[in-house]
């Protein structure tokens, strides 16, 4: 069945773990406008990012291809628009396309297809994070910045509060006094910086969420929590090796529950706009988020490993040719949105995306299933000192470490990924079957030191080894336009 071309509001949003929503079946978090979307729409219960962490992320989004292939493997490396976006594809057929809010290119200057951007943020200078460049074992710390991030957690406003409103006021003057005038379809990008860190809520959504309330995270304890090696010198590099106050890490979780409540009622605004300028029953809505966020699981935080909290991403598609209530549990990526939002604005794919990775969901959403579907997704930035990559199936996921042990779980009877499987002699030919469909893929060894040798290029070009680990993280996240 194919679509009719409609307008499309895309809602995006950073860092939000996938179980931080009501209609994830979460007993605190209150979403009741994302609840609310998934019960008129469709929700994608096993949707992932193709790397979790927030510049590659996006590149990936945009060009609807892994972060490997455009060489964009870190912070340091935002996206250009020399690999066509879906906004090129857009464009270049007729359909206008506006963004509000958090892109995280390089610059408003480079073509990336997305020639009206308002309210944009991108990477610090042009740059990004220098920083995440060095990867290796037993660098110093000079600073533990993430760890400082955590203790800071509380009520209040931030700057990316602040700037969050602003996204939320510019998308709803659009919604009320542009598109309602447009004769033909559009696309609207309303993108957050929310409930990324700072971990600082504003106070009517933080004290939603009491602290003896929260959920502790599972896996927390040093005699809990899993020691492979790489995630050792992960949490080494954050300051975070050791166990935090059980009141510090309440006070965290809180206001990243309030955080998230924060978004949703932005979101909100957006959706009530759409409704009143009647635009609703021609536009279909697509929300999701870059990446998600550990928080405390497995004795990690932020992103950057491939656990559910971190490389799971929300997903909800609604509109009012499509389902309504629905839950689908294939396998999706972030790299869908490509082909999903060409087929949503009646845009056809040109030759030179014949090759790209993903499907439209739309298919999937209207029921067409797509049994044992396996997910990729790579990791070759902060804090990792290897590359490293997911397979995802219907049961299993499979990570692969270059030059250490990889970690298999069973999601189907183990969804905590409480339990690693990878030295059970019992799964050999599990992992054999992985490494196999891996190398199909890629050479895991050879991207990992085409990395690794570009990093150490641009930091060449930016003073050197020793001039970048000493100055630590200068800014510990993109400052927000136009924000004090």
């Known amino acids: 069945m194919s679509s009719e071309p409609q307008n499309l509001l895309f809602i995006m949003s950073d860092q939000h773990n996938r179980d931080m ?109 220098l920083y995440t460049l060095v990867r290796e074992a037993g660098i110093p710390i000079k600073e533990t910045v993430p760890r400082k991030l955590i203790l800071g957690a509380g009520p209040g406003e931030s700057a990316y509060t602040k700037f969050d409103r602003a996204v939320t006021s510019r998308a709803v003057s659009y919604l009320r006094e542009e598109a309602s005038a447009s004769g033909k379809p559009w696309v609207l990008v309303v993108s957050y910086a929310c409930p990324h860190f700072p971990l600082i809520a504003p106070r009517e959504y933080y004290d939603l969420y009491p602290l003896e309330d929260v959920i502790f995270p599972k896996q927390y304890g040093l005699n809990q929590r899993p020691m492979h090696f790489v995630l050792e010198e992960y949490r080494r590099l954050s300051g975070l090796a050791d166990e935090l106050d059980e009141a510090d890490i309440r006070k965290a979780i809180a206001a990243y529950y309030g955080l998230c409540s924060f978004m949703d009622a932005q979101i909100g605004e957006v959706l009530s706009a759409l409704r009143e300028s009647g635009l609703d029953k021609t536009t279909r809505i697509i929300y999701t988020s870059d990446h998600g966020d550990a928080m405390g699981e497995h004795g990690l935080w932020f992103k950057s490993t491939m656990y559910e909290g971190a490389v799971g991403i929300p997903f909800i598609i609604a509109g009012a040719d499509l389902p309504k209530g629905t839950t689908v549990t294939d396998n999706v990526s972030l790299v869908d949105c490509f082909p999903t939002i060409l087929e949503s604005a009646g845009v056809q794919l040109k030759e030179e995306d014949s090759d790209l990775p993903g499907t439209s969901l739309l298919r999937l959403a209207r029921g067409e299933v797509a049994p ?113």
């Not at 979403?31 to 949707?47: I, K, Y």
């Not at 999601?411 to 002699?425: F, H, I, R, V, Y």
């Open 21 to 129: 929503l009501g209609c994830s079946g979460h007993p605190i978090v209150k979403t009741p406008n994302l609840d609310e979307l998934a019960r008129q729409g469709v929700f994608f219960s096993n949707a992932y990012t193709s790397s979790p962490i927030c510049v590659p992320a996006r590149a990936s989004l945009a060009t609807g291809r892994y972060p490997h292939t455009i060489g964009a493997w870190d912070n340091a490396a935002p996206y250009t628009g020399e690999q066509a976006s879906w906004g090129h594809r857009l464009t270049e057929q007729g359909v206008p396309v506006t963004t509000i809010g958090k892109l995280h290119y390089r610059n408003t200057t480079d073509d990336t297809g997305f020639p009206d951007q308002r309210l944009p943020m991108h990477v610090s200078n042009g740059v990004g994070d």
């Open 372 to 484: 044992n579907r396996t997910v990729f997704a790579e990791y070759h930035a902060a804090g990792s000192i290897t590359g490293f990559y997911m397979l995802r199936d219907e049961h299993y996921k499979y990570i692969h470490y270059v030059d250490y042990p990889p970690q298999l779980f069973n999601l189907k009877d183990d969804p905590d990924e409480l339990e690693d499987l990878a030295g059970d002699p019992s799964y050999e030919d599990v992992i054999r079957r992985f490494e196999e469909q891996l190398a199909e893929m890629l050479d895991p060894q050879e991207i990992n030191s085409k990395a690794k040798k570009d990093q150490v290029r641009r930091l060449n070009a930016h003073g050197g080894r020793e001039q970048i680990i000493a100055q630590g993280f200068k800014v510990p996240f993109t400052p927000a336009p136009g924000v004090p």
